[in-house]
């Protein structure tokens, strides 16, 4: 599908991912982007200048009520099924979250179906692998969520289940359907409800104030941090190639641990300031590895997408945003 002069859909248009896919589809050329949403945690202060171009639409609905994406979807050539909560809300309000993230996605293919709408691109989540075992991680590798907490398992079964729908769509009824996998998203319009990008934000926050930053444990605990411009980047290639029925990781296969990431919050900042360690009591915490290694075969070859911001790069673009 060709992206120029395309009318697109996006679910949770407002959101971190969103709002970055919108940008990349109007610099490609997109005739149309409706940004739906039902501004349950986003909200339009950061997009103004998104609003500000005449292609952007901005439709208040919800993806839990099938008639209001039958009117929303009229006339899109692809969705970019983004709306959904994360681990923290989900944790807060878990029927809400089973709702959206589940029953909200059978229903965005639903109508993607009978409005002849020919692919809904779906932001799922390398919580479909649980707490995995260490070694190189791709996407066969079975879902392991006996040691989690009840936040995170919820949170990856719902992504099971909307990847799952979508090759049901796909094989069934002929909705071309992609899940991407995506490691732990940071960047501009950082928010405050991821909970593995919150030590970037927060480090930044503390070192900002003249305060040390705070982190769990002996700091060892990696994340796979992957830059929002090169998530977008994947949304819009996944769209625009043949591929459907499939699954990929979206992540830069390379982990960094939390002393790395304050050191980095400390270079870009000019600061030096050394972390407490030190739990902090009731926070929602997934995975707590000091190994973490995603394959990012698969999308390379199939579509060929790779990361391009580095984490230096990447916390460097968050904190110039942040301080704007
Ligand atoms: N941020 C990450 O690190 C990360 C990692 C893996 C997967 N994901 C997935 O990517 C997607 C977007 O993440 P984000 O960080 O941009 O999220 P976000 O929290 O910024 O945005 C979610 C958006 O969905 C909207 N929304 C919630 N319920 C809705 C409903 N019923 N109808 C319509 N809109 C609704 C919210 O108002 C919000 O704007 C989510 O599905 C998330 O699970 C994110």
Redesign the pocket.
């Known amino acids: 599908m060709t992206l120029k002069g395309g009318r697109f859909v996006v ?8 709002s970055h896919v919108a940008e990349q589809l109007l610099a490609a050329g997109a005739s149309h982007v409706a940004l ?7 909200s339009t202060e950061m997009i103004g200048h998104l609003l500000d171009d005449p292609r952007v639409t901005l439709v208040r ?4 009520r099938l008639n209001e994406l039958m009117d929303a979807f009229e006339g899109a050539a692809g969705v970019f ?6 681990t923290l ?1 989900f944790s807060a309000n878990p029927g809400l979250g089973i ?3 589940a029953l ?1 996605h059978f229903n965005i293919l639903e109508a993607a179906r009978h409005r002849g709408v020919k692919k809904v691109v779906f ?5 479909t692998y649980g707490d995995p075992e260490p070694g190189l991680i791709d996407e066969t590798r079975p879902y392991r969520f006996h040691t989690m907490s009840p936040p995170g398992v919820l ?1 990856g079964a719902t ?1 099971i289940i909307g990847e799952t729908l979508g090759r049901l769509y796909s094989d069934r009824h002929g909705v071309r359907s992609v899940s991407l ?6 960047g501009e319009r950082q ?1 405050y ?2 909970v ?2 919150l030590y970037i934000i927060e480090a930044y926050d503390r070192i900002a104030r003249g305060e040390a930053p705070v982190i769990p444990g002996d700091g060892s605990e990696v994340h796979d941090y992957v830059h ?1 411009s090169d998530v977008a980047r994947a949304n819009l290639m996944a769209m625009d190639s043949d591929v459907t029925g499939e699954v990929f990781n979206v992540a830069t296969g390379k982990a960094t641990s939390l002393n790395r990431l304050v050191e980095i919050v400390n270079e870009v900042t000019g600061a030096n300031i050394a972390p407490v360690y030190q739990e902090t009591a009731g926070a929602v915490r997934v995975t707590t590895s000091s190994e973490l290694t995603f394959s990012i075969d698969k999308i390379a070859k199939a579509i060929g997408w790779a990361p391009e911001v580095s984490i230096e790069e990447g916390i460097a673009r968050l904190i110039a945003w942040r301080r704007g």
């Open positions: 679910t949770g248009g407002i959101s971190l991912i969103g739906l949403d039902n501004f349950s945690l986003g609905g919800d993806i839990t099924a983004i709306a959904g909560f994360l809300p709702e959206v993230n909200g932001s799922s989540s390398v919580a949170y992504k996998r995506y490691a732990t998203v940071y928010h409800r991821g593995n990008a929002v």
